[in-house]
């Protein structure tokens, strides 16, 4: 038979802030059913993310590393079109349970109606990490709390440190403000 013409590429993006196992579970999933599998990292995540968008991408390139047919890419503007220009027909997206499905369903058809053809696939998270998410992973740290078995433990360190600088930025802020 002869060797493929054509690639299916999917385009798995989010704004890893940071990126969790669940990530990671996803994207190792979406990398077995596409031929080739492009995670785009958003740049300016409107929620102040903790970390940059150099380090979202490097530490996603380093979690993903071992999967030959993945890569990394940061983007900015819509999802259409970062998907346009990667040749990604399909945008992959976590499903953890109904409020993220009814979400995701919006976003689907909102991404689709922009671009008709751009279909998203939705993949159920894995039952023993449907409660993972990054917000979760900041809170805990923040309150130092242990991150393990949410995060990989190289992500951990990151987020442990980040966490630290966190606080103590908040506490040099508050003693900074007047009575
Ligand atoms: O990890 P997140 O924060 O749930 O990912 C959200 C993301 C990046 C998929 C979404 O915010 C997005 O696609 N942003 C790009 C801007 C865009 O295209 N907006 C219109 C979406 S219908």
Known sequence: MSEKEWKRIAIVPGSFD??????FDL??????????????????????????????VLMVQREVQGLRNVRVIRFAGLLVDIAATEGAAVIVRGVRGGSD????????RMNAHLRPGLDTVF?????????????????????????????????????????????????S???????
């Open 123 to 171: 993949l159920p998270s894995a039952p023993h990490l449907s409660h993972v998410a990054s917000r979760l992973v900041r809170e805990i740290a923040y309150l130092g709390g242990s991150v393990a078995g949410l995060v990989s433990d190289k992500v951990a360190l990151a987020v442990a440190t980040r966490a630290e600088e966190k606080r103590a930025d908040d506490a």
């Open 27 to 56: 994207i190792t999933r979406a990398a077995s059913l596409f031929d080739e599998v492009v995670v785009g990292v958003l740049e300016n995540a409107s929620k102040k993310p903790w970390f940059s968008a150099e380090g979202r």
């Open 173 to 179: 802020s508050r003693e900074g403000r007047p009575e």
């Open 101 to 108: 499905l009814e979400y995701e369903t919006l976003m689907a």
């Open 18 to 23: 940071p990126v969790t196992l669940a990530h």
